[in-house]
Nanobody, 120 residues
Framework: QVQLVESGGGLVQPGGSLRLSCAAS????????MGWYRQAPGNQRELVAI???????NYADSVKGRFTISRDHAKNTVFLQMNSLTPEDTAVYYC??????????????WGQGTQVTVSS
């Protein structure tokens, strides 16, 4: 079993930055996938960024060039650096993790979510 705890959300002005963190605990020795999804009010949950093993990352087109995902494999932690934030980035951000490098989202472990609000 894996537990995921996110931190770093909050209120930020348009154009600002935030850094989300997610720490995994429990049976984490073989976590191949860690990443981030988000869900805005009235919208479906969507992929933001995903890191598969040591060298493969994918981003949603809407965040490419603005968001950066990184991992500390030794500490089973994943980060999401978010720059040039816009109101459209407002959502609850969820950390995800999985053991299989090509695991389907239905197999992911999910955190409880952290709110990011971009507003002036």
């Amino acid at each position: 079993q894996v537990q995921l705890v996110e931190s770093g959300g909050g209120l930020v002005q348009p154009g600002g930055s935030l850094r989300l963190s997610c720490a995994a605990s429990g049976t984490t020795s073989r976590l191949a996938v860690m990443g981030w999804y988000r869900q805005a009010p009235g919208n479906q949950r969507e992929l933001v960024a995903i890191s598969r093993s040591a060298s493969s990352t994918n981003y949603a087109d809407s965040v490419k060039g603005r968001f950066t995902i990184s991992r500390d494999h030794a500490k089973n932690t994943v980060f999401l650096q978010m720059n040039s934030l816009t109101p459209e980035d407002t959502a609850v951000y969820y950390c995800v993790a999985a053991f299989g490098v090509y695991a389907a989202p239905r197999s992911y472990y999910w955190g409880q979510g952290t709110q990011v609000t971009v507003s002036s």
